[in-house]
Nanobody, 124 residues
Framework: QVQLIESGGGSVQAGGSLRLSCVASGRIFSSKAMGWFRQAPGKEREFVAV????????SYADSVKGRFTISRDNPKNTVYLQMNSLKPEDTAVYYCAVARGPYADYDARAYDYWGQGTQVTVSS
């Protein structure tokens, strides 16, 4: 059973930064793509970023491109989301997820395991 534990969420003013971390249990981490999604109140869960298993290829939602950076440390079974220039519209619960294979994109159906989520609140 894979478990994902997110941390690093909190409250910040617009323009500020936060760094989310997600630690995964199990030995499959390095062979799977890892993604971040978010869900704001009253909205559907949406894709934020994904890192392929090697970490060399990443993809971002247009809304966060240039502000967020996903990275991973495979020996530590950890994926990060560095969030800069935060905006009030970034307020949401952020989830990390493990994909079914080494490649994945924005489709949540490609992910098998999900963390419990961490709240990010950006005030104007």
């Amino acid at each position: 059973q894979v478990q994902l534990i997110e941390s690093g969420g909190g409250s910040v003013q617009a323009g500020g930064s936060l760094r989310l971390s997600c630690v995964a249990s199990g030995r499959i981490f390095s062979s799977k793509a890892m993604g971040w999604f978010r869900q704001a109140p009253g909205k559907e869960r949406e894709f934020v970023a994904v890192s392929r298993s090697s970490g060399r290829t990443t993809s971002y939602a247009d809304s966060v491109k240039g502000r967020f950076t996903i990275s991973r440390d495979n020996p530590k079974n950890t994926v990060y989301l560095q969030m800069n220039s935060l905006k009030p519209e970034d307020t949401a619960v952020y989830y990390c997820a493990v994909a079914r294979g080494p490649y994945a994109d924005y489709d949540a159906r490609a992910y098998d395991y999900w963390g419990q989520g961490t709240q990010v609140t950006v005030s104007s």
